[in-house]
């Protein structure tokens, strides 16, 4: 009998080394199969389909046979009806109007507040205080009854003659005027809180070196710790946009008036008294402008966020790519194993 040399055992090794190499390469990883993901999405699936029959189902009511249950020809009848895309163009010029004016003294707020003067910090706290502590739908009733307290407002000496003197009741008669001043001065009070927060973000440094350049203060905020604060800055004002574009709604009860989009969906309703289907219309319009204003906001907060050590967020197409895209075959050759 015969033993093999150690030349031949060597190649034998490297033979089955060759091998075992090559079936490793062609190796594909088994993924885990989850059960209980695959029950909770039949389940979803169900009660989705559920949904979706009870949107396209009929039922009698009022003595109609097989009525449309969300009655989807009034909703779309009155969908682009003239009045009501008034109301949708009152409800954005009323959000731009009490947003532009509720950022800009806001960020005045957050300066007192951060201030070194003392009476400057009081004031600006007591703002924040009473405007943040009552509601804004007791505020535009405030507002538009402020001739009962001050019959007209006046210019002049202190305790002595006045220059300048106006009729309030001139003023407040006008809602939309009125609106705009309760929705921004309230919006002011939470700007000025998200404000303070992005500046109290930046580091101190920044502030100091500015001041080491030869700024003044306000210089410096506006070229040096305002842009960089913008990163905070910017989701929680997205938000507060988008709740300020459905805070808008409260204008019509509040006030009784005004034009806005509920209060135009809400006087059709009062005649024909078909309340759910024109709710839903005016739910189309405020879902459409809210989606709008968040992807502007994804957008501005991308442009923000760079250069700050993360990666940007994945737009809409991208993450849908990601989502349906087939992914590569796990191999060992493609996890660096031999």
Not at 201 to 207: F, I, R, T
Not at 223 to 231: D, E, K, N, T
Not at 327 to 338: M, Q, R
Request: aromatic share 10%; glycine share 8%.
């Amino acid at each position: 009998m015969t033993t093999p040399s150690s030349e031949e055992r060597s190649r034998d090794a490297a033979g089955s080394t060759e091998s075992a190499a090559s079936r490793a390469v062609h190796l594909e990883a088994v993924p885990l199969r989850h059960y209980g993901r695959w029950i909770s999405a039949a389940v979803l699936a169900v009660l989705v389909a559920m949904f979706v029959h009870t949107l396209v189902s009929h039922i009698d009511r009022n003595g109609v046979h097989n009525d449309q249950r969300f009655q989807w020809s009034t909703v779309g009848r009155y969908l682009f009806d003239p009045s009501v895309i008034h109301g949708a163009l009152v409800t954005i010029e009323l959000t731009a109007a009490a947003m532009a004016i509720g950022v800009v003294f806001g960020i005045v707020l957050a300066t007192m507040r951060l201030s070194t003067n003392r009476q400057l910090r009081y004031v600006s706290w007591v703002y924040l205080w009473f405007f943040r502590g009552t509601p804004v739908y007791v505020q535009l009733i405030f507002w538009s009854n402020l001739a009962w307290l001050y019959p007209t407002l006046s210019l002049g000496v202190p305790f002595g003659p006045s220059l300048f003197q106006i009729s309030t009741n001139q003023y407040v008669t006008n809602l939309f005027l009125v609106a705009i001043v309760g929705l921004s001065l309230n919006e002011a009070a939470y700007m000025a809180e998200i404000v303070r927060a992005g500046i109290l973000a930046v580091d101190g440094g920044q502030l100091e070196a500015a001041q080491a350049l030869g700024m003044r203060r306000v210089q410096s905020l506006r070229r040096i710790v305002l842009p960089q604060a913008m990163r905070v800055i910017v989701p929680p004002t997205g938000n507060e946009t988008i709740s300020m574009l459905k805070t808008t709604s409260l204008v019509g009860a509040a006030l009784g008036g005004g034009g806005e989009l509920y209060r135009s969906i809400q006087n059709i309703y009062n005649l024909n008294y078909l309340v759910p289907p024109l709710l839903i219309t005016g739910c189309c319009w405020y879902l459409a402008m809210t989606s709008v204003l968040s992807v502007g906001q994804f957008y501005i907060e991308r442009y923000y966020g760079r250069g700050v050590g993360t990666s940007a967020p994945p737009t809409l197409l991208e993450t849908l790519r990601k989502s349906f895209g087939r992914s590569p075959h796990v191999t060992a050759s493609s996890l660096g194993k031999p």
